[in-house]
């Protein structure tokens, strides 16, 4: 039986992809509550959901496989007892919210058929959601203390972020702030139940409960021998270091790790907002994540041979390191914007740097970045451009919207 997972590259053709269609938790966006929710305004759910599967479409089009993240999670939770543990993972870990709502909640939850169970916990418990009669607390009958039950999840359609693939195997993502933490119990649920997936043996490198947060849009599959990850806002030194060791004992092909120390800004949160691989040889990046003199934090992590030790190397060229690490000679760094100061920070901003490779020069991005689509061009990338004007409002792109299942092996 074919493994269903397989990433071996950041450009390897893709086969298999898993997006999330923006739905009604894009709707539960309220001013007072966005800055926590990870969002910078309300997408006007009609047109996300139109550039959403214009996204998608472009993406079948090609031959792709596009997955949708709330289909395979119903498909997952058709046994009663998968469901039930799901809600009580899902009631236990938004606790805070509950306020002594436990059972209430939980009823209501369980009066669901799977499909819209799944909607629900995604888009959110509201307060009016749950019949009157059944409100015994305060702040229950108080619908403008805290609206929700259950907070919604409108960053669901970033699916790059809770999980990745790398190889055979998965890490299902301790993510770093609140508002996502709950994202990677579907990833998690998927590859235990859904049954594309829970027959086959997928080593989870990373899992969910480990005790320092990585995300999915810093992990970057440069070869088959060497994975860089951000060592960023959301990812910590010491998850980097964890995965490191987990990939060097059970993914023997992973040989190296690089950590790239990018600036700890809302801007910049993931390694893909300010760099990503196009071709064998080349990158898009944002100029600003080096110092004044070009030089940036970077360190190889390698086994130790014969010991338990991790053999750590500082590097401070980017390019230096990427010919280094994948036997180069040459490698060609395409700046966000074209470098021009303005351009290159209000595209980046939008997501410029944030490519999704289909194929090796062959890029998926947003029309708005017109600036860094010309230079791509330039050198020779082809270009695909897809709408942006509301997806880009949850500031990600492309590669933040897509999670690779299936790529093709490179040579
Ligand atoms: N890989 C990515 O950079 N994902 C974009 C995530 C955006 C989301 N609003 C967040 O702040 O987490």
Redesign the pocket.
């Known amino acids: 039986m074919k493994h269903p997972l397989n990433v071996t590259s950041e450009i390897g053709e893709l086969k298999t992809v898993l997006l999330h269609r923006p739905g009604k938790e894009i709707e539960n966006l309220t001013p007072q509550y966005l800055k926590r929710l ?2 910078d305004d309300i997408p006007f759910l009609p047109a996300i959901q139109k550039e959403h599967d214009y996204f998608s479409n472009i993406l079948s089009n090609r031959g792709i496989e596009v997955l949708y993240l709330d289909k395979l999670m119903t498909e997952a939770i058709q046994l009663d007892e998968t469901r039930m543990s799901f809600i009580e993972k899902v009631l236990w870990e938004s606790q805070s919210n509950i306020n002594g709502s436990y059972e209430t909640v939980k009823d209501y939850l369980l009066s669901l058929p799977p499909d819209e169970l799944v909607k629900k916990v995604m888009s959110g418990v509201v307060k009016s959601d749950i019949d009157q009669d059944k409100k015994i607390h305060l702040h229950e009958l108080m619908p403008d203390h805290y609206p929700f039950y259950l907070d919604p999840m409108p ?1 669901l359609y ?1 699916t ?2 809770p999980a990745a693939v790398i190889g055979e195997g998965i890490t299902i993502n301790r993510m770093h ?1 609140p508002a ?1 933490r709950r994202e990677s119990i579907f990833m998690d649920y998927i590859m235990n139940h859904h049954p594309r997936f829970n027959k086959h043996e997928i080593p989870a490198y990373f899992k969910r409960d480990d005790l320092y947060s990585l ?3 810093d992990e970057l599959i440069l070869s088959d021998e060497v994975v860089a990850i951000g060592v960023s806002a959301r990812t910590s030194a010491q998850g980097i270091e964890k995965l490191a060791r987990e990939l060097f004992t059970r993914q023997k092909s992973i040989k190296k790790v690089v950590a790239v120390e990018i600036p700890k800004i809302r801007a910049f ?2 390694l ?2 300010v760099f990503t691989m196009i071709d064998h040889d080349k990158f898009t990046y944002h100029p600003a994540i080096e110092d004044r003199d070009g030089s940036m934090k970077i360190y190889i992590l390698e086994q130790e041979e014969n010991s338990d030790l991790l053999k750590i190397t500082e590097k401070n060229s980017l390019k230096e390191t990427l010919k280094e690490v994948l036997h180069l000679d040459e490698i060609v760094l395409i700046p966000c914007g074209g470098g021009c100061p303005i351009a290159s920070a209000r595209e980046q901003w939008n997501d410029g740097s ?1 490519t999704l490779a289909i194929a090796p020069g062959v890029v998926v991005t947003y029309d708005r970045n017109y600036v860094s689509n010309d230079i791509l061009r330039q050198n020779g990338v082809e270009v695909i451009e897809i709408l942006s004007s509301e997806l880009s409002r ?3 792109g492309p ?2 919207m897509s999670m690779p299942i299936i790529r093709e092996n490179i040579s």
């Open positions: 990870l969002f960053n970033f790059r972020d702030e996502r995300e999915g849009g949160m993931h893909d907002t944030n949850g500031r990600g590669r933040c």
